[in-house]
């Protein structure tokens, strides 16, 4: 990871251009604005470009980054810190800091999005919502051995047990560290909104600050695309109270084994999807050939299940195939379905 052609020109250039952004200038100059009394330590913009750096190359530790800024003499004289880079323990006191003045990291990152939206006017609009596991590097065995004495004391306090499927040759099964939940935009396949909880807490309960978050950098989240895990009522009234469209598979529970979910029938063949109305929470439904009385009737309840194959019915077209690289998001043409037409929503 350390070695001579890990950080060549492109990637100094790159942390270059980040670092002189106005966003990340603002942010800078707020930081420097805290320091007030002790000893200046490291420059700011050292610190802040050693977080780009551990970002850019997706280092796992404070440590690797370290190494490889100190290692590299263009990454040093980018950071202004040639001859001097930054301490591990430096490292660590500075993302306690960040943590402790989180406004101006989520301002600055408001700043990068409203930019981003400038120039890219889809982004935002079709989003991809996730959860991927991030192992702790801690023991969280209970037991300091098999049969031995119960662990009185943990190294990652926050970290907690949770369940994780299985993943290529991975298999499924618990795991101790964290979540991270992420809305990625399914068009340019950028982030838009992310958060980090314990293992123990559901991907369920992420839906909601995952879409306000969205919205308040000013994405537009029409759609979140999810996989079946996310199929309960709750996540559909959520995204309903933001109109946002939930396009989620449905669970093989016993009301599908048994076909609840498909349209009406009659004599003359299943009935076609003929538009929603999402405020009443219903859908039209109309006879193939239109004899039976009535031609037509209001089904509640529907309109609330967009992944139901009805609905896809009336869908036409389909989202982009979105790779979501680093974010963790799985491929969500598999389970985005088709668009809605601009004529069947309210």
């Not at 989240?221 to 989620?248: F, H, M, Q, S, W």
Request: hydrophobic share 35%.
């Amino acid at each position: 990871m350390t070695s001579s052609n890990v950080a060549g020109s492109a990637a100094s250039a790159t942390l270059k251009q980040l670092l002189d952004s106005p966003e990340i200038g603002r942010l800078i100059e707020d930081l420097e604005a805290t320091r007030w009394t002790g000893r200046p330590g490291y420059p700011i913009r050292a610190m802040v470009g050693l977080c780009l750096v551990k970002s850019l190359y997706a280092l796992p530790t404070w440590t690797k980054t370290v190494a490889l800024v100190a290692e590299h003499w263009k990454l040093q004289r980018v950071l202004g810190c040639e001859g001097n880079p930054p301490s591990v323990f430096s490292a660590y006191r500075f993302a306690e800091k960040l943590r402790r003045h989180g406004p101006m990291v989520e301002r600055c990152i408001d700043g990068v999005v409203e930019g981003l939206r400038s120039k890219l006017p889809s982004y935002g609009r079709d989003l991809a919502i996730d959860a991927s596991d991030m192992p702790a590097y801690a023991n969280g065995q209970r037991y300091l051995s098999k049969g031995g004495k119960e662990r009185e004391r943990y190294s990652d306090t926050d970290a907690s047990w949770g369940h994780r499927s299985a993943v290529s040759t991975r298999k499924g099964g618990g795991f101790y560290g964290y979540r991270l939940h992420a809305a990625v935009c399914t068009k340019t396949d950028l982030p838009v909104a992310w958060r980090v909880e314990t293992a123990r807490d559901h991907e369920t309960l992420s839906v909601t600050p995952l879409l306000d978050t969205a919205r308040r950098r000013g994405a537009m989240a029409d759609t979140a695309a999810l996989d079946k895990g996310y199929d309960n009522n709750r996540v559909y009234a959520e995204c309903a109270a933001r109109d946002c469209l939930p396009l989620i598979p449905l669970r093989k529970t016993t009301a599908v084994k048994n076909g609840e979910h498909l349209p009406p029938t009659c004599s003359h063949g299943v009935w076609k999807f003929a538009g929603s109305d999402r405020k009443r929470g219903a859908a039209k439904w109309r006879c193939p050939t239109g004899k039976c009385v009535p031609a037509s009737i209001w089904a509640e309840g529907v309109s609330t299940a967009p992944a139901d194959p009805p609905r896809v019915e009336a869908l036409e077209g389909r989202l982009p195939q979105a790779r979501c690289r680093g974010a963790g998001v799985r491929t969500a043409q598999d389970r985005m379905g088709p668009r809605p037409s601009p004529g069947s929503r309210a």
